[in-house]
């Protein structure tokens, strides 16, 4: 593994970029100090530029959100969410007799953003009149939050099967406050028996559906940039993809103590059950 101080120094190695959302470009709220900096130099670079995320939303609604925090959405190519693939599935039929669909979402415009085009899925509003569960983000508000639990136990009682399209299970916001995301909710919902359907990192799929559209056949071509070992540098690892870790995002406490660096990601990692990363820094700097 090597700490970088800038990513222009690796930048000619690779044919494409990609890039996590929340934990290295933002955190929800505001981008990152020196993100767009690094973005806009790396744009100037031979390398493509790309997202892939774990956002439930489809990849316009992100793309909207990433120009909101102050980048040029042109500098990527591609821009490619858990959510997104999920909705390919659906409307390619790959997933089967899936018609009515009971949302668990942070708002509920986002499901309905979500479930626009798709004329065979319908959202219903219990899960007691539907055939699956879709879960796509949750509040930060404790209290929206607070009926999930009981309509995940209906979703169980009658076997429902959940589709997470975001798979985290936790993410980053400002001030250093960590939230728990759907992934986690999704891993409760597996053993207590009930049938998951993950969709984003680490699960092969989506690193294949990006890796297509940038037609890069290579797969040590292409730098995957994330804050989760588990999620971004495992994933990455298994499609033969190299990895930057980025240790100010979701990990960021871990690196308050004496501990070097080297250390603390070995410890990380271990933990994560992931491979070390090729690199690591702390922020994005060009």
Sequence with gaps: MRELTGLGAIAGAFDAIVFDQWGVLHNGTQRYRSARETISALAETPARLAILSNSGKRSQPNRARIAAMGFRIDDFSVVMTSGEALWQDCQSG?????????????????????????????????PAEADGILLMGLADDADVNSGIRSNLDQGLARALPLFCSNPDKASPRANGVVVSSPGALAETYAKAGGVVHFYGKPYPAVFEALQRELGIDDPSRILMVGDSLEHDIAGAAAKGWKSL??????HAAAFSSE????????CLSREARSPLPDYTMEFLCP
């Design 259 to 266: 501990l070097e660096i080297a250390s603390s990601v070995e």
């Design 94 to 126: 790959r997933l089967g007799p899936i018609h009515r669909l009971f949302p668990i979402c942070a708002k509920e415009s986002d499901a309905f953003q979500w479930v626009e085009g798709l004329e065979a899925v319908e959202l219903v509003s219990s």
């Design 245 to 250: 870790f980025i240790r100010g995002g979701l």
